[in-house]
């Protein structure tokens, strides 16, 4: 089965997602590709909103959600997370740096320290100084990292990441492509695995 992830750290609920496919992936067997996509540009091409601002004037709902966001970390033991201080964050050097690692075949590990830079350790990720170090401290090749992110190919690449997510029908994420259909939301892991699981 073609099972992607479709990703922005620059998203909580992306890394709540994140931190446990991994579980997932080792129940089910199954080994998601992570495709990143630029998540402010996914809410322009489809209309959507952040929650914050597409419920502003329904805190009760507001409340549930964090609700809920508080019962997942518990049920995952997902104590590391912290809300960052700098948010929102313009995530996109961080999502165009994620292309270019995965270029060079270090995908895992730089999404790995970018997620904890941005929701365990409270980083300014959208300042290029404060990224091009919380790469070195994870010892990826920051200076190659950096000189591919503003190459043409690979900012196009994001874009078409972004295009084809909205495509399929995501609007938001995370969001999870099982044979392209889509699940959306890191409530909907549950399901996804069941699908996996056959």
């Known amino acids: 089965m073609d099972a992607q992830f479709l990703f922005d750290v620059g998203g909580p609920n992306a890394y709540f997602a994140w931190a446990v496919l991994p579980a997932l992936e080792a129940r089910t067997g199954v080994r998601f590709a992570q495709v990143p996509v630029l998540l402010g540009?996914?809410?322009k091409l489809?209309?959507?909103q952040s929650p914050m601002m597409a419920f502003a004037g329904v805190p009760a709902k507001l409340a549930y959600a964090e609700l809920e966001t508080k019962r997942f970390m518990a049920r995952h033991g997902l104590e590391a997370f912290r809300m960052n201080p700098h948010?929102?964050?313009?995530?996109?050097l961080v999502m165009r740096g994620a292309v270019a690692a995965g270029r060079l075949g270090?995908?895992?590990d730089y999404v790995a320290a970018m997620m904890r830079g941005m929701w365990e350790q409270g980083l300014a990720l959208g300042d290029?100084?404060?990224w091009e170090a919380a790469m070195v401290a994870a010892g990826l090749p920051a200076a190659e990292i950096a000189a591919l992110v503003g190459e043409p190919d690979v900012k196009a690449e994001l874009v078409a990441?972004?295009?084809g997510a909205a495509?399929?029908?995501a609007f938001g994420v995370p969001s999870f492509l099982l044979d392209g259909?889509?699940?959306f939301g890191k409530d909907r892991m549950d399901e996804v695995e069941r699908v996996l699981a056959g």
């Open 41 to 43: 540009g996914l809410f």
């Open 46 to 48: 489809t209309g959507n």
């Open 87 to 92: 948010f929102p964050v313009n995530s996109m």
């Open 106 to 108: 270090v995908m895992d």
């Open 128 to 130: 290029a100084a404060v």
């Open 161 to 163: 990441n972004t295009e």
């Open 167 to 169: 495509a399929a029908g």
């Open 181 to 183: 259909e889509l699940y």
